[in-house]
């Protein structure tokens, strides 16, 4: 892939957020050696607004996947931030993705390809990773889907 991480995303229609502040008493990104630590970013659209609901009551597989792919935009926002740079990406190693649920549902990796699918798209095979995907009662603030990511980063 010859173009940017930036003109990948342009070409999707897609914009990075501005960066995220904490919810609380903590850092949103943290760098230790070649990796970098993305805390859990909740389900915003880029405007802002919180994408909440229960998948599996107030919102579908598709809308939760939506919800994914802005987590995913605000870890970039986030990566970007801290790194200067999307360049700096050398791969993403693994994400954790937690997803609003009703007991019921079970569609939790299909909502959380949103972001894996983001992330291969932006950053081809660098964008490869390991996952988790995990229900959850709730969410902070109502959020629909939080999902936190690390990062191996070139200096």
Not at 17 to 23: E, R, V
Not at 111 to 134: P, Q, Y
Request: charged letters at 20%.
């Amino acid at each position: 892939m010859s173009e940017s991480c930036e003109d990948r995303l342009r070409a999707l229609g897609l914009e990075l957020p501005s960066a995220p502040t904490p919810l609380a008493n903590y850092v949103p990104a943290l760098l230790s050696g070649d990796l970098l630590f993305v805390s859990g970013q909740i389900s915003r659209k880029t405007d802002g607004t919180l994408i909440a609901g229960t998948l599996g009551a107030d919102l579908t597989t598709s809308e939760g996947q939506a919800a994914a792919r802005e987590c995913a935009l605000a870890i970039l926002a986030q990566a970007k931030t801290a790194l200067g740079s999307l360049e700096k990406i050398e791969r993403v190693v693994k994400l954790t993705g937690f997803v609003a649920s009703t007991a019921e549902f079970r569609e939790q990796p299909q909502v959380i390809n949103g972001a894996s699918d983001l992330f291969v798209a932006v950053l081809g095979d660098k964008g490869r990773h390991t996952r988790a995907a995990v229900g959850a009662a709730s969410l902070p603030a109502g959020a629909a889907v939080e999902i936190e990511a690390i990062l191996k980063v070139r200096s």
